[in-house]
């Protein structure tokens, strides 16, 4: 296969425009993180590889916002400490390296999202399942049909792609929307002890 | 306005739900258009840059990535990327400066932030390496302390940036400058995902 430059772009302009089919699913996941996050909640995030680099993007995006007059709001990637990520794989195994983080650092009104462009991540849904048991919200980023992931999160945006890297860039968008507007209902504080109805 | 509903008294939460929702649908469209834009911008020397970087791999240069904030995830993804793209992909050499904590609050607190990717290139930079250099204004300290001391090194200077180019964009810049055209620091993030997703594709083609 010859890749031109068109051709690369070319392949991305219909899972990034079919990211508008989601509107719902994103509203409806940036509703209930405002609400968890009014009450005290903290957001935890996760992936492997280069949805690792994803996970802390949007643990910092929450923390130090890039727009000014965003307030900081609670949110940790469980991919940055080095010596526990090793220490766990070393240790239980690299199944269990997001869901001993949530064990221990969470609680029922935390929020877990977790990423995984083909949903096959076993530790990834590991996480969401120990979160889910917590009590905790859960939100997941995929791609293809959502694979494993599919009925382990309560909030899934899943793209509609097989180039993990296309995927990655459309959930790059999808993070920065939900970002956007859980401070857009944050803002608004009398909508969020309102249940959305689907 | 594009949530009429913050300044009203009293929210009412189906009408801000529909705003949230268009307002998603018109950002996806913003983000589809741009990247149009940027292929038709910098199309060609997305695939010079990329024949340069097969070029100083195939000469045993390396990658080292850098950037502030999400852009230095970025930084670290495009590095992991090239080091490690799995499938029949060939694993180049590439490392993100932005890993070791205890070297970045070591320059920082000792010497100064801004230096804190320039020391790293003076240290491990060798002539025909490579350096990739991610930011959304274009106007780090860092990074531009670092771009100047890679020219000196003699390495291969790419540069990302948005807006306008910032700083990154005055004479001498680097030898390939992508400044995707937008003022919202999201949509240029999105776009330089794709850019180092091509410059890495159009890489593995052309060695």
Known sequence: MTSTVTEVFRRRAEPGAALADDADVIAAACHAMAV?????????????????????????EFVHPAIVGKRALPALSLTADIATLTGICAGPGFEDVFAHQIRCLGGPDDMAFGISPDGRCGNVLRGLETARGLGMLT?????????????????????????????????????????ELVHVFLEQPEVLNREVVA | MLYPFLHAGGADLDTLMEDVR?????????????????????????????????????????????????????????????????????????????????????LSNDVGFEVVFARQLAAFGRPGDIALALSTSGNSDNLIAALREAARRGMVTVGL?????????????????????????????????????????????AL
Not at chain 2, 86 to 103: E, Q
């Open chain 2, 22 to 106: 268009r307002s998603t649908k018109d950002k996806v469209g913003d983000i589809v258009r741009l990247r149009e834009t940027v292929l038709e911008e910098h199309g060609a020397d997305l695939t010079a840059c990329a024949a340069r970087m097969a070029d100083a791999f195939r000469s045993g240069g390396r990658l080292f990535t850098f950037g502030n904030g999400g852009s230095s995830t970025d930084a670290q993804d495009a590095a992991a990327l090239f080091l490690n793209p799995g499938g029949s992909a060939r694993p180049l050499p590439a490392l993100a400066l932005t890993n070791d904590a205890a070297v970045v609050t070591a």
């Open chain 1, 36 to 60: 968890r996050f009014h009450r005290g909640g903290r957001l935890f995030t996760f992936g492997n590889g280069a949805a690792a680099t994803d996970a802390q993007h949007v643990a910092v």
């Open chain 2, 161 to 205: 940036a948005g807006y306008t180019g910032g700083q990154m964009a005055e004479t001498p810049g680097p030898h390939h400058l992508f400044v995707v055209p937008s003022s919202s620091v999201h949509r240029i993030q999105e776009a330089q995902t794709t850019i180092y997703h091509a410059l890495w594709e159009l890489t593995q083609e």
């Open chain 1, 139 to 179: 939100v997941a980023l995929t791609g293809g049909d959502g694979g494993a992931l599919a009925g382990a999160a309560g909030h899934l945006v899943a793209v509609r792609s097989a180039d993990p890297r296309v995927v990655k860039e459309v959930h790059v968008t999808a993070y920065h929307m939900l970002w």
